[in-house]
């Protein structure tokens, strides 16, 4: 039995130790006279032993330095997955033990995709974290960073009904990485964090889909008004950037093909709406721009153009006091700085993002790096902050790992060692282009470097084709591209599913 096996070790680790006769009378007299304190105590005794586990303390000279790097975003995984193991130890702390491959993220709202297959975890992307003895991944925040130090603060996560309490712990760092990402903006408005959901998370996916299903069932119970029907099948989107645009587009061909044909009573009820301040997909060419509207009308997707100034239970309020009900809402805005992020003491770029310079390094405090949506350029370096997008943080992560690897290499890789090291070439970004479905086989491409610049925009069957293939080849793991290939063929075929698990 698995308590059994467990207390002989526990035995074998305490006879290990030779404890003195009355120590070892003391233990056993606890466990006699009361179980629950002798389990308390080794609670505290556990969370003693991780707070002094070897190579969380300062590393040594005879030691592989170690690289904690915050977060499993974009930019945090790819420098996880290039970095060289035989030069460093590497230490992971973050509140979710996966990657979200989020370009695909809205497919699994609707069952086009299902959930694992766009989350990809973190011991399959370097399998060093689960098997080297120096290398960990840690459930857990970051609360704090001792720069002087080279030392953080975190505290464990957990949440939900089985949710533990939090301990603190303390990790001595060689080299920091922040990559904690953005959170969703909300510009102030209120009732938005407390009523939308946001499309950034598996478990985000999983509210939407959940909410949309039960707004389905119920609205076919009988005595339930058409108003109400109108109300708990109108799913609003608010945002007109990639993620808003891609979500209304699955969504409104989950209607086409599956809701009709499974929710026939109701039909008539359910529609979209896409809420966008300005031009929606803005980044985009003014073609696409046109046919992206003219594809999302087609398709059922009623666009919308305001300002939402609040956000209230069942119904949000533009600045025009015009009033939209909704069942679901879906926040999708754009992002800002975290919390985390805004409590750093150090240099802000513009926006208030971690300030880095050209070698993605903090430049006021040393052996700190920042990547990914957290960071941004010093406005003395005369370079753009660049977007929040998958492919930037994507490039900053590759290039921070061959940085790291080069510094390592010519022994600058412990703490304060590499103050004169040649860091080599500047990080220089250059756009590989954008892509959006629009749902109905229909995507666009635009793979011009900028707005201004010329290159290939196309839109229709043939650009839908190569958004998959592209999204396909990204996917991380020969794994998840078999089962989003799997997924797809599965939906062509029979259908999305529509069971509320």
């Known amino acids: 039995m698995p308590w059994l096996r467990n207390l002989i070790r526990l035995s074998t680790a305490f006879a290990k130790q030779s404890p003195s006769p009355p120590l070892r009378r003391g233990v056993e007299a606890m466990l006699r006279s009361n179980p629950a304190m002798f389990t308390q105590s080794l609670r505290h005794f556990g969370t003693d032993a991780v707070n002094r586990r070897p190579g969380l303390e300062p590393t040594k000279g005879d030691e592989k330095p170690r690289v904690v790097v915050l977060g499993t975003g974009w930019a945090g995984c790819r420098l996880i997955k290039d970095i060289d193991t035989k030069i460093y130890d590497i230490i992971c702390v973050s509140p979710r033990n996966h990657m979200v491959f989020t370009p695909l993220l809205a497919s699994t709202c609707v069952g086009t995709l299902e959930f694992r297959s766009v989350a990809e975890p973190i011991g399959r992307i370097q399998p060093a974290i689960s098997r080297e003895p120096g290398s960990y991944f840690f459930l857990a925040n970051c609360t704090g960073v001792d720069f002087e130090n080279h030392q953080i603060n975190c505290q464990t996560f957990s949440e939900g ?13 060689d080299k920091l990485v922040i990559a904690s990402g953005a959170q969703a903006s909300t510009f102030g408005i209120e009732g938005a964090k407390k009523h939308a959901t946001f499309l950034r998370e ?4 999983q509210e939407i ?8 069932m119920l609205s ?8 109400e029907k109108r109300r708990l099948l109108h799913c609003v ?15 409104s061909d989950f209607i086409q093909r599956d809701v009709h044909q499974r929710y026939a009573h109701v039909k008539d009820y359910i529609h979209v709406t896409l809420v966008e301040a300005n031009e929606i997909l803005s980044s985009f060419d003014d073609r696409l721009r046109t046919y992206a509207i003219k594809q999302l009308t087609k398709s059922g997707v009623r666009l919308v153009r305001g300002i939402v100034k609040d956000v209230q239970p069942d119904k949000i309020i533009l600045s025009d006091d015009t009033t939209i009900p909704y069942g679901v809402l879906v926040w999708s805005t754009g992002v800002g700085p975290s ?7 150090i240099p802000k770029s513009p926006g208030g993002r971690i300030g880095i310079d050209e070698w993605l390094r903090v430049p006021s405090v040393q052996d700190v790096f920042a990547i990914g949506d957290c960071s941004g350029f010093l406005e003395s370096t005369g370079r753009p902050v660049l977007p929040a997008l998958a492919q930037v943080a994507e490039r900053q992560g590759k290039y921070l790992a061959q940085l790291l690897n080069h510094v390592g290499k010519a022994g600058g890789g412990h703490a304060n060692a590499a103050k004169d090291a040649d860091f080599g070439n500047p990080f220089v970004y250059r756009h590989l282009g954008s892509m959006a479905t629009l749902g109905r086989y229909k995507a666009l491409v635009d793979l011009r470097q900028s707005k201004e610049a010329k290159g290939l925009s196309m839109a229709g069957f043939v650009s839908w084709f190569i958004w998959r293939s ?32």
């Not at 009904?161 to 760092?173: E, T």
């Not at 598996?202 to 996916?205: G, K, L, P, Q, S």
């Not at 989003?484 to 999305?496: C, H, K, S, Y």
């Open 470 to 501: 592209a999204y396909l080849t990204r996917v991380i793991s020969w794994r998840n591209r078999f089962y989003v290939a799997i997924n797809w063929f599965t939906t062509l075929i029979f259908g999305r599913d529509i069971s509320r698990i």
């Open 161 to 173: 009904v089985d949710a533990i309490d939090h301990w603190n712990f303390k990790i001595a760092y």
């Open 339 to 345: 919390p985390f992020v805004q409590s750093l003491e």
């Open 237 to 251: 989107v608010v945002g007109g950037g990639p993620t808003g645009v891609e979500f209304s587009g699955e969504l």
């Open 202 to 205: 598996v478990h985000h996916a």
């Open 220 to 227: 076919d119970v009988p005595g339930v008004s058409d108003e």
């Open 209 to 216: 889909r959940r909410k949309l299903l039960l707004n389905l």
